[in-house]
């Protein structure tokens, strides 16, 4: 079945620095891949997607690559706020087509200190 | 902008009780889930519905729990008997039948 694999949190950063989190997936075929965001007290919120190999999504300074060779989908941005502190969820879909559950990892921590 | 809206923002019922969660997908939006998420664990998959009928269930959506569009713009969860273990974040998601699914903002149930 389809799996998503997620670095484990939490994740505590400086202000500026650089974040990496890891995301792995197992799929058959062509997944779509998400990463989702919950802010504290809020609901999930699409971040970005991308929907083929080599698509990068992008959105609010966060970037992530979809790479069918290792199967990963790692979200990076080069500088972090503190109004980036949330929890971050890689998730998929089997393909693109829609109408498709979506598979989530268990969710990172991420926490921007001044 | 259009999005998935949820009532109530939290329930506190006592075990054994009868819940219904609402939500209101986004209104062109043909394609309608729940999810769950138990505190601090990972989002769940529930339940799939289209076109007036379930089109996928996890095997935790057993026969404690239903769903419904009554009215053509609410669509409903129903838990017949509250366990313990049912508190949890309940996610309601739409989408047009693209990738992308609008999640509403949750509600969280908790049974005592």
């Known amino acids: 079945g389809n799996s998503v694999t997620q670095m484990e949190g939490p994740v505590t950063l400086s202000e500026e620095a650089f974040l990496t989190i890891n995301c792995t997936y197992t799929?058959?075929?062509?997944?779509?891949l998400f990463w989702y965001v919950q802010y504290p007290g809020e609901g999930l919120q699409l971040l970005l997607k991308?929907?083929?190999?080599?698509d990068k999504g992008s959105n609010k300074g966060f970037e992530a690559t979809y790479r069918k060779e290792t199967t990963s989908f790692h979200l990076e941005k080069g500088s972090v706020q503190v109004s980036d502190s949330a929890v971050y969820f890689c998730?998929?879909?089997?393909?693109?087509?829609?109408?498709?559950?979506?598979?989530f990892g268990t969710g990172t921590r991420l926490t921007i200190i001044p | 902008e259009p999005e998935v809206t949820q009532t109530p923002s939290h329930q506190v019922t006592q075990m054994g009780q009868e819940v219904i969660l609402r939500c209101v997908p986004i209104?062109?939006?043909?394609?309608f889930y729940w999810y769950r998420q138990i505190l601090g664990q990972k989002v769940e998959f529930l339940v799939s519905?289209?076109?007036?009928?379930?089109?996928?269930k996890s095997e935790i959506f057993d026969d404690q729990f239903s769903v419904e569009r009554p009215d053509g713009s609410n669509f409903t969860l129903k838990i017949r008997s509250t366990k313990l273990e049912d508190s949890a974040m309940y996610f309601c998601?739409?989408?047009?039948?693209?990738?992308?699914?609008?999640f509403g903002q949750g509600t969280r149930l908790t049974v005592v």
């Open positions: 998601a739409s989408t047009t039948g693209g990738p992308e699914a609008f």
């Open positions: 799929a058959t075929g062509y997944p779509s």
């Open positions: 991308a929907t083929k190999a080599d």
């Open positions: 998730a998929l879909t089997p393909t693109n087509f829609g109408n498709e559950k979506l598979t």
């Open positions: 209104s062109n939006h043909l394609y």
């Open positions: 519905f289209y076109n007036n009928e379930i089109s996928e």
